[in-house]
């Protein structure tokens, strides 16, 4: 899984195989069985992620799972269409009675005035019982003061007869914890002027086609069903399209290994996407010693944070004689919680810290992240690279009973 191995070992008393025992890989064909030794458990496990080149060429006709987290307003006209400020923020004008209200501004992200960009509702709005997304669409009532929520229906799904068809239908949640269309179903009829916000979340899975006339070479797969025991995903028939988002990078998984995509043109054409393959290498006694963990930490590297976090500062143990061997540490005390946590093990998962570097001379503010070879990186308010080079990254996973 992503570079490692994990083994799962019963036992009656719940403690697993003893430290010392010896275990042997199961050899296929001519292969010489190996062995190994059981160590003592460790708390947790740190993991270094880097980046290596690769191509669509890898995952076409793949499904891989990726993330969503899309979030947008829709603004129904004048014209009784809906659109929407893409890539932009919207700035609401204030009333001023006795004047009718203005309407909202597109802007872009300097603040400079932008066309609102249509908006035609779809299959991306569109929620299956067995889907792992999830899609929330509301609207503040002026007359329950409350938030109204929705769902969005094709014709496939919603009441026929004169009225209905697709379109978004006020909602009520469902007996899965899902938002389903209210009963008696009432159809939603927008009025110029009218907002719905639209927030997604969850997974879904895509694959790359390589199919670029007339389509984007992208579809989002139809999840039938999922096997949670063996975490495989039952696809159906009905792809649809997907177009990726100009300048986001998706972080996809196929059977284990990450692929970083990212649209960097807006032509539907492979060469308008950067590809990277991630790398994962876990800290353990033969590649991290207080003599020499290079092969995990840069030298480089002073203290480890997330980006989006400066306040807190951890360390990862490299000396063997230390308790806390390979564990990572608080270098710095959390000012939100009560307690001390300087010198302690950090007791929760940790996900894109970066190695950062400092200068005696320099403030705080002038700290900056490095790549793998301790190079500085230049990256944006949110940690991401503005240019072509990354941060190495890591994971940290903690488990109190050493599981």
Not at 326 to 342: A, K
Request: one cysteine or more; charged letters at 20%.
């Amino acid at each position: 899984w992503q570079g490692r191995h994990q083994i799962w070992a019963g036992g009656g008393d719940g403690q697993g195989v003893p430290a010392g025992t010896t275990v042997t890989k199961e050899a296929w064909g001519a292969g010489v069985p190996e062995t190994f030794t059981v160590a003592d458990s460790l708390q947790g496990t740190f993991t270094k992620r880097t980046y290596v080149d690769a191509s669509l060429a890898d995952i076409v006709n793949v499904p891989v799972e990726t993330w969503l987290n899309k979030n947008f307003a829709l603004f129904y006209n004048d014209s009784n269409n809906w659109q929407q400020c893409e890539n932009g923020w919207v700035e609401m004008v204030p009333p001023n009675p006795p004047e009718p209200p203005s309407p909202p501004i597109c802007r872009d992200h300097n603040g400079e005035v932008k066309e609102f960009t249509p908006y035609t509702p779809g299959p991306e709005l569109i929620v299956s019982l067995e889907d792992r997304k999830n899609v929330n669409i509301d609207q503040w009532d002026n007359e329950t003061h409350m938030q109204k929520r929705y769902v969005y229906l094709n014709d496939a799904a919603a009441p026929s007869g004169e009225g209905f068809g697709e379109g978004f239908y006020e909602a009520m949640q469902g007996q899965n914890g899902k938002m389903v269309a209210a009963e008696p179903a009432v159809k939603y009829s927008p009025a110029p002027g009218d907002q719905l916000n639209i927030n997604m979340g969850g997974s879904i899975y895509i694959a790359y086609t390589g199919q670029f006339a007339g389509t984007t070479g992208w579809v989002q797969k139809e999840l039938t069903s999922f096997d949670n025991q063996n975490w495989r995903p039952v696809f159906g028939t009905n792809d649809t399209p997907f177009t990726p988002e100009l300048g986001r990078e998706y972080y996809m998984n196929s059977n284990g290994v990450n692929y970083v995509v990212k649209r960097k043109a807006i032509d539907n054409v492979a060469n308008s996407y950067d590809v990277l393959l991630e790398v994962q290498t876990t800290a353990n006694p033969a590649n991290c010693t207080a003599s020499d963990c290079s092969k995990i930490l840069p030298a480089a590297a002073d203290y480890l944070r997330t980006p989006w976090d400066m306040t807190v500062r951890y360390a990862l143990v490299t000396d063997a004689a230390d308790p806390n061997y390979l564990l990572l540490t608080y270098l710095t005390d959390d000012p939100n919680t009560p307690t001390v946590e300087t010198g302690t093990v950090y007791q929760q998962g940790g996900w894109g810290l970066q190695a950062w570097s400092t200068n005696a001379t320099e403030t705080t503010d002038n700290d900056y992240p490095i790549d793998a070879d301790g190079n500085q990186v230049a990256v944006d308010d949110y940690g991401m690279p503005t240019g072509g080079i990354r941060p190495v990254e890591f994971n940290w996973e903690y488990s109190a009973s050493g599981g």
